[in-house]
Structure formats: structure tokens, C-alpha cells
């Protein structure tokens, strides 16, 4: 059973499109969170939802618009995407933030 | 900036010697850390964490040791094998989030 699972693993688009990452969590966990992680490996914290409720937006461009439909799930839309937008994305999931976090594959995101 | 880093981008290690990744950190506030690992085309991984309250914690094959004097963390892997092979990442949760150091790829050499 996967516990933090992510789709599409890899999305390729042009410039100017809008797509979507979806992401869900069978582990109950009430806290959930996007990163970016760039071509040198650095990883970032995006934002987090606790309860469906957004806690974290770490400036991000407001081209990026989380949703949280339920605590199981965090969606990631991202409209007029742009080249610098190409990276690879991971949602991850908690019971708070100073526990463990589990991440989910990677959506691979190349904007051409 | 960020709170925690690291010292080196790369480690190469041959196979069965103890392999030693290094991080620092800035806030002498800091209390707790936690060190995970990322393998090739998958997410991070949780591996140990410690508290500031502790020099040293122990898993297997894998110790971590935390310096509040000269604000230093690091994680040995003992025998190292091919299966880890890895980026690992230093990270403290502070601010309501998780802030990750800048990782080190470490390559086993048969």
C-alpha cells in the first residue's frame, strides 16, 4: 500500500499551459505539504495544509493555487507555467511538522 | 538564508569503510534535527533524528552526533554499501516547517 502517492510521475508542457499534480495519503495524517526541489537537489517547502486548512505559503508565485478537498488529499494547480517552473515537485504528509514526514515519488515537471 | 547546511556537495566512499556526512547549522535555539535520505527518482526518507538534549543517537548501522558548541550535526554510516548511495539532507523543523540543508551525494565505490 502506498502511503504518499503522487500523479502524474513525469508532465511535460509548454510555456503558457495550466496542469495540475494531485496528491493523496492513506496514513492519516493531518498535515500535508508541497515542496520543490531543483536541479541541484535543493528542496523547499512550498506550502502546508493542516485540516484542509492552509498554514504555510512560503512566497510563492500566486500562479501556483493549492487545494485541499478533504485531509487525505493536496492538489497542486499551476497556471501560465513557465520555464523556471520546471523541477521536480513532492508532496509529503504529517502528523505535525516536527514528525517524520513521508513523501511521496516526485511529479517530474519539464516546461518547454 | 537557511538555517541548516552542509559542508560538502559530493562524497565518494569505498564499500565497507564508514562514510561521514557533515551539516551546520546557524540558530543556537535549534533543538531538534533530522537527517534524511533520498535515493535516485525517489522522495526523501526519513533515517534518525536527535534532540539537543543528546550528543549522540544510535541506529542501525547509522549514528548521529550533534555539537551545540560549535553548532554542528553529522551522520555516520558505518560499512557502507552500494545500497546507500544516496543524497542525504540534514533538516530542522522550526517556523512551522521543515528546512532542508543542501544535501550531499554520497557514491559507493565497489
Known amino acids: 500500500d502506498t502511503a504518499v502517492s503522487q500523479t502524474p510521475k513525469y508532465l511535460v508542457t509548454q510555456m503558457g499551459n495550466d496542469k495540475s499534480i494531485k496528491c493523496e495519503q492513506n496514513?492519516?495524517?493531518?498535515?500535508m505539504y508541497w515542496y520543490k526541489q531543483d536541479s541541484k537537489k535543493f528542496l523547499k517547502i512550498m506550502f502546508s495544509y493542516n485540516n484542509k486548512e492552509l498554514i504555510i505559503n512560503e512566497t510563492v508565485p500566486n500562479r501556483f493555487s493549492p487545494k485541499s478537498p478533504d485531509k487525505a488529499h493536496l492538489n497542486l494547480h499551476i497556471n501560465s507555467l513557465e520555464l523556471g517552473d520546471s523541477a521536480v515537485y513532492f508532496c509529503?504528509?504529517?502528523?505535525?511538522?516536527?514528525?517524520?514526514?513521508?513523501f511521496g515519488p516526485g511529479t517530474r515537471l519539464t516546461v518547454t | 538564508g537557511e538555517s541548516v547546511g552542509l559542508h560538502l556537495p559530493t562524497l565518494s566512499v569505498q564499500e565497507g569503510d564508514n562514510s561521514i556526512i557533515n551539516c551546520a547549522y546557524s540558530?543556537?535555539?535549534?533543538?531538534?534535527f533530522i537527517w534524511y535520505k533520498q535515493e535516485s527518482g525517489k522522495g526523501p526518507q526519513f533515517i534518525i533524528d536527535i534532540r539537543s538534549n543528546m550528543d549522540k543517537r544510535q541506529g542501525q548501522r547509522v549514528t548521529v552526533l550533534l555539537n551545540k558548541t560549535v553548532k554542528h550535526l553529522s551522520l555516520q554510516i558505518a560499512a557502507t554499501q552500494p545500497g546507500d548511495s544516496a543524497v542525504y539532507f540534514c533538516a530542522e523543523p522550526t517556523g512551522g516547517k521543515l528546512i532542508f540543508g543542501q544535501g550531499t551525494e554520497l557514491s559507493v565505490k565497489p
Open positions: 509529503a504528509s504529517s502528523q505535525d511538522f516536527r514528525d517524520e514526514q513521508y
Open positions: 540558530n543556537s535555539a535549534s533543538d531538534y
Open positions: 496514513l492519516g495524517h493531518d498535515t
